[in-house]
């Protein structure tokens, strides 16, 4: 950040802090309340995609408070200033030519208007206002009344609408959103503001954000925004957790409906033909199902990511109007197991032979873009990978749906990274860690793809702070989710991790020969196998390579292989996968590459136009190391699964 904010961190402080505290409405630290069923059109459910360009304004009046002093959301942002075209969904940072968006701190505005359609603005019908994420801190108001706010970049919330918009059916509906990208030691990602008050060095008022990860704090409105109608007696929630035998698999659901106690629910479990396989009714329940089709991870069944749908009905008498909601959940069938050396899906080990990714791309940033979630599916599958890790915050929904459509199995990180402040591990902090997977469980519990939460990434987990953190996140993740395993990303030293205690499966990130011993692959067969050793012997729990990898500049070439060349990538890559070759016959689970594809960052002696560690470039293309990670995936998932020789021939040609 570069540009002088005349009362500066005081003031974007000041003004930050006070409304993460003051209001408790959505975010804080106040828990996850309802449901946050992703928005499905249904014969009782309309929908509105409202992505396209936007206004938008920064606030760049020292300290930042002049939308909030002046009230920008009262009239149309038009008539409080200029404003300019953004587009929705999209980072804002990269898409003007001005330095100082693209490293802006601060509130910037959001406005929409909107017309709704007649028929919405009946009684008996809730309309919500849904935002699938925005980056950081969210303050949303409608025709200037405010609906909700949010702290957190990754997950989605919603607002019911319905008194303001019916309201005052004449004007067209204004969507105003203040948006505040500051990270503070609280926020998840902690971060902090730094006041460079030499003036010999640096202009009155100059700070910088600093943070402890390694990705560019993109920031805007990165997920669709829509308005979705429900009757005003509707399903909330449901919750669907599955076990199976080979000839039986059991379906218990849970549904809440909000709006009336008066009602009745029946449900009906759908095959991919169409056919119904169970029904029942009431709030909750089992399905029994048998000859189940489980759900199976790609390149581990010819028939990857079955799907059966459940539709539910829910049928309210209100206000002397017969109600109806209809809600169809897909469902995939299948068990997780850990034991100390394997990871069974369906009772069947698994290994993970994947990637960590970032949401990230040239002038998007941050923003959803199907066509390269399609295209990073393709590669995925062209690369043989069954599996990522949300490295480090949670995806868009629609990239999950994909994954439960296609097989992937998805380790759920949420957006712990660079948790490295002592005062980042205290009660605060804590707090709002719990909510963040309270926000996390309640979107991704219904998910077959996902298959593990991480709680965090890298956390300084030696401090003494650390234990009880841990544990009592874990312990509160377990609870809210005892389905699944849990476990977080750890860089620290075995010896001293206070964190590893608590979680089921050991994800340990190494770079030998990079950032340890840099240029020296003759050290990793002894190293890693130390390290593999080291943590299996203190823990006797399954152990997943949770990151390695080398930055390499595309078309930078050197034998014998130097750092940076592509080479270099691939021959580390070698030395690497000998050791897991040795080490998955016995209790390693898996082998995630860092990273899928080159991605931004924040500049820096070390990263060239950002982190140059994919095997993809950013646009995607393959580097070298891309076909020698291929290949040894194919050759992983021929020798351990069942496919038929004309499938994979098929996959082979996606
Ligand atoms: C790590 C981090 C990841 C970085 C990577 C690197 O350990 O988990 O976020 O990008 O190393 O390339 O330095």
Same mark, same amino acid.
């Given at each position: 950040m570069a540009a002088a904010a005349p009362g500066g961190v005081a003031g974007l402080c000041r003004l930050l802090l006070p409304l993460l505290a003051a209001v408790p409405a959505a975010g804080g630290s106040r828990g996850a309340v309802g449901g946050m069923l992703y928005p499905r059109e249904s014969p009782s459910r309309e929908l509105k995609e409202l992505g396209g360009v936007? &206004?938008? @304004?920064?606030?760049? &009046?020292?300290?930042?408070?002049?939308?909030?002093?002046?009230?920008? $959301?009262? +009239?149309?942002?038009?008539?409080?200033?200029?404003?300019?075209?953004?587009?929705?969904?999209?980072? *804002? %940072?990269?898409?003007?030519?001005?330095?100082?968006?693209?490293?802006?701190?601060?509130?910037? #505005? $959001?406005?929409?208007?909107v017309l709704l359609p007649q028929r919405w603005l009946q009684d008996n019908l809730r309309v919500v206002l849904r935002f699938g994420s925005a980056h950081y801190y969210s303050v949303v108001w409608v025709n200037g009344v405010q609906v909700v706010e949010h702290e957190g970049g990754h997950l989605p919330f919603?607002?019911?609408?319905?008194?303001?918009?019916?309201?005052?059916?004449? /004007?067209?509906? @204004? /969507?105003?959103?203040?948006?505040? %990208?500051?990270?503070?030691? !609280?926020?998840?990602?902690?971060?902090?503001?730094?006041?460079?008050?030499? +003036?010999? +060095?640096?202009?009155?008022?100059?700070?910088?954000?600093?943070?402890?990860?390694?990705?560019? %704090?993109?920031?805007?409105?990165? +997920?669709?925004?829509?308005?979705?109608?429900?009757?005003?007696?509707?399903?909330?929630?449901?919750?669907?957790?599955?076990?199976?035998?080979?000839?039986?698999?059991?379906?218990?659901?849970?549904?809440?409906?909000?709006?009336?106690?008066?009602?009745?629910?029946?449900?009906?479990?759908?095959?991919?033909?169409?056919r119904v396989v169970a029904t029942g009714d009431g709030p909750a329940g089992v399905l029994k199902v048998s000859n189940p089709n489980l759900w199976w991870p790609y390149l581990m069944h010819e028939n990857p990511g079955y799907r059966y749908f459940l539709e539910v009905k829910m049928q309210a008498q209100a206000n002397e109007a017969l109600l109806e909601d209809v809600y169809t959940l897909p469902v995939g069938i299948r068990t997780v197991h850990v034991t100390s050396t394997q990871f069974l899906i369906n009772g069947k080990p698994?290994?993970?032979?994947?990637?960590?990714? !970032?949401?990230?791309?040239?002038?998007?940033?941050?923003?959803?873009?199907?066509?390269?979630?399609?295209?990073?599916?393709?590669?995925?599958?062209?690369?043989?990978?069954?599996? *990522?890790?949300? &490295? !480090? $915050?949670?995806?868009?929904?629609? /990239?999950?749906?994909?994954c439960d459509a296609y097989g992937i199995v998805v380790i759920d990180e949420c957006p712990g990274v660079g948790i490295k402040m002592p005062e980042s591990f205290g009660n605060k902090s804590l707090q709002h860690h719990l909510v963040v997977m309270e926000e996390l469980i309640r979107r991704d519990k219904n998910r077959p793809s996902v298959v593990m939460w991480s709680v965090a990434n890298e956390p300084a987990a030696e401090l003494p702070p650390a234990a009880y953190y841990f544990k009592t996140l874990i312990a509160h993740t377990k609870g809210l989710d005892p389905t699944r395993p849990v476990t977080f990303v750890t860089d620290t030293n075995y010896a001293v991790d206070r964190g590893a205690p608590y979680v089921d499966v050991i994800c340990?990130?190494?770079?030998?020969? #990079?950032?340890?011993?840099?240029?020296?692959?003759?050290?990793?067969?002894?190293?890693?196998?130390? =390290?593999?050793? %080291? #943590?299996?012997?203190?823990? =006797?729990?399954?152990?997943?390579?949770?990151?390695?990898?080398?930055? &390499?500049?595309?078309?930078? !070439?050197?034998?014998?292989?130097?750092? *940076?060349?592509?080479?270099?990538?691939?021959a580390m890559l070698r030395e690497y996968h000998s050791v897991f070759d040795k080490k998955r016959k016995e209790y390693v689970i898996g082998e995630l590459i860092w990273n899928f594809a080159d991605f931004m960052t924040n500049q820096g002696t070390t990263r060239v136009l950002g982190n140059k560690k994919g095997i993809f470039t950013r646009q995607r293309q393959p580097k070298s190391a891309a076909f020698v990670l291929r290949e040894r995936y194919w050759k992983i998932a021929n020798e351990s699964s069942c496919l038929p020789p004309i499938m994979k021939s098929h996959i082979l040609f996606l």
């Open positions: 936007w &206004s938008f @304004r920064a606030d760049f &009046s020292p300290g930042r408070a002049a939308g909030f002093e002046q009230r920008w $959301y009262r +009239r149309p942002l038009r008539e409080t200033g200029p404003v300019i075209d953004m587009p929705v969904p999209a980072s *804002f %940072n990269d898409i003007t030519q001005d330095p100082n968006l693209e490293n802006y701190i601060g509130w910037v #505005w $959001y406005e929409k208007e919603e607002a019911d609408i319905s008194s303001i918009v019916q309201g005052s059916p004449q /004007i067209p509906c @204004r /969507i105003t959103v203040a948006l505040n %990208n500051t990270l503070t030691p !609280h926020t998840l990602p902690p971060g902090s503001i730094e006041y460079m008050n030499d +003036r010999t +060095r640096y202009p009155k008022n100059y700070f910088v954000q600093n943070i402890r990860f390694d990705f560019f %704090n993109y920031a805007g409105i990165h +997920r669709p925004v829509v308005l979705y109608t429900t009757p005003s007696v509707y399903i909330d929630d449901i919750t669907v957790t599955t076990t199976s035998t080979e000839s039986v698999a059991k379906v218990q659901y849970q549904v809440s409906v909000v709006g009336s106690t008066f009602y009745s629910l029946s449900l009906s479990l759908r095959d991919q033909e169409g698994f290994y993970f032979h994947g990637v960590n990714k !970032h949401e990230d791309a040239d002038i998007r940033g941050k923003g959803l873009d199907w066509a390269l979630i399609v295209k990073d599916f393709n590669l995925l599958r062209w690369l043989g990978a069954n599996s *990522f890790r949300t &490295s !480090h $915050y949670p995806y868009a929904e629609e /990239i999950m749906d994909l340990v990130n190494s770079y030998f020969s #990079w950032y340890h011993d840099p240029g020296h692959l003759e050290v990793i067969p002894l190293q890693l196998t130390a =390290q593999f050793e %080291n #943590w299996y012997k203190t823990y =006797q729990k399954p152990i997943i390579q949770s990151e390695y990898g080398a930055d &390499s500049v595309p078309g930078l !070439h050197s034998d014998p292989p130097l750092m *940076f060349s592509e080479e270099y990538q691939k």
